[in-house]
């Protein structure tokens, strides 16, 4: 079974500050990761994804995520936070064979401090 | 293109009541997944539906229900609500649910027990 464990449930930071988010996940075969984001009052949207090559990508809003294999981690990192990033962030995991299934993170809360 | 949409957005029912809620995905996206959202237990995989069968199915009671027309629309059914089924009913859809695949999410139902 899949698993996705989310580090940090409440992160707060100042503009500006620099961002990592960890995630791991739990799952023997081969994955597909994704980050993604949920601003108050709206719907969840896709951050950023990995299917497969370069372990480092690149999302919308200046996110970045690095794909870890040994290490069953895909954590999601900015450089420079801003305001408008004040959201709730899920990790998620679904397996290649199977992906209409995904498990996801418990989310991690972000408060960006103007 | 429209995004996902799901109806109605908020609902309040009675416990023992049942109640049905729809998802209409994106144009010519197959598989409709259904996830309960809650503070406490943050995303859960309800099912999955593609091509008007269900293709995986999560840890829930046989209460939860759902089925896929052959537009691909889905609904989900809650027979004999209990206050815990209070949650975000988030429904998303992807092209194909397999291999390289991400999901869009709809706004959500909001259903309340009382």
């Known amino acids: 079974a899949q698993s996705v464990s989310q580090h940090n449930h409440h992160v707060i930071l100042s503009e500006a500050a620099s961002l990592e988010l960890g995630c791991n996940y739990s799952?023997?075969?081969?994955?597909?990761l994704f980050w993604y984001v949920q601003y108050p009052g709206q719907h969840l949207q896709l951050l950023l994804k990995?299917?497969?090559?370069?372990?480092l990508v690149k999302g919308i809003k200046g996110f970045e995520a690095e794909f870890i294999k040994s290490k069953f981690s895909f954590n999601l990192r900015k450089p420079s936070v801003q305001w408008s990033d004040t959201a709730e962030y899920f990790c998620?995991?679904?397996?290649?064979?199977?992906?209409?299934?995904?498990?996801f993170g418990d989310g991690t809360t972000l408060t960006v401090k103007p | 293109k429209a995004g996902v949409t799901q109806t109605p957005r908020y609902l309040i029912k009675t416990r023992g009541q049942q109640v049905t809620l729809s998802c209409s995905p994106i144009?010519?996206?197959?598989?409709v997944s259904w996830y309960q959202q809650t503070p406490g237990q943050g995303l859960q995989f309800l099912f999955e539906?593609?091509?008007?069968?269900?293709?995986n199915k999560g840890n829930f009671p046989g209460r939860f229900s759902g089925r896929q027309f052959s537009n691909s629309r889905s609904e989900m059914n809650v027979s004999t609500l209990e206050l815990g089924d209070s949650a975000l009913y988030l429904c998303?859809?992807?092209?194909?649910?397999?291999?390289?695949?991400?999901?869009?999410f709809g706004q959500g139902t909001r259903l309340t027990v009382v």
């Open positions: 998303a859809s992807s092209l194909a649910g397999t291999g390289l695949t991400e999901a869009f």
């Open positions: 799952y023997g075969g081969t994955v597909n």
């Open positions: 990995y299917f497969s090559g370069d372990p």
């Open positions: 998620a995991v679904n397996a290649k064979t199977n992906a209409g299934k995904s498990t």
């Open positions: 144009s010519g996206h197959r598989s």
């Open positions: 539906y593609f091509s008007e069968t269900q293709r």
